[in-house]
């Protein structure tokens, strides 16, 4: 078992930028592909970025590449979602998950909310 844990979100404004944390327990970590999706306000949930276990493979939605970077530290049992020139469209509630298959997701955090403003 894996309980996931997020934070980090927040209100920005349009072009601003929030780092999303997601801590994770348990002693396993690195034996997990980490994900982070997003469901906003009226959607379904969609992919957002992944992450493999040693870090040395990510993944990402088309239309974010270049403004989001996943990120890991194994040591600190923690995946990181760096988002820049956020915009309005970029409002939603963020979940962390974790999987022991590449691309399959078997545990989800409780999500934190981001709101960008415009």
């Known amino acids: 078992q894996v309980q996931l844990v997020e934070s980090g979100g927040g209100l920005v404004q349009t072009g601003g930028s929030l780092k999303l944390s997601c801590a994770a327990s348990?002693?396993?970590?690195?034996?997990?592909?980490m994900g982070w999706f997003r469901r906003a306000p009226g959607k379904e949930r969609e992919f957002v970025a992944t992450?493999?276990?040693?870090?040395?493979?990510?993944s990402y939605k088309d239309s974010l590449k270049g403004r989001f970077t996943i990120s890991r530290d194994n040591a600190k049992n923690t995946v990181y979602l760096q988002m820049n020139s956020l915009k309005p469209e970029d409002t939603a509630i963020y979940y962390c998950?974790?999987?022991?298959?590449?691309?399959?997701?078997?545990?989800w955090g409780q999500g934190t909310q981001v709101t960008v403003s415009s």
């Open positions: 992450i493999s276990m040693s870090g040395a493979m990510t």
């Open positions: 348990g002693r396993t970590f690195s034996r997990y592909n």
């Open positions: 998950a974790a999987g022991e298959r590449y691309g399959t997701y078997n545990f």
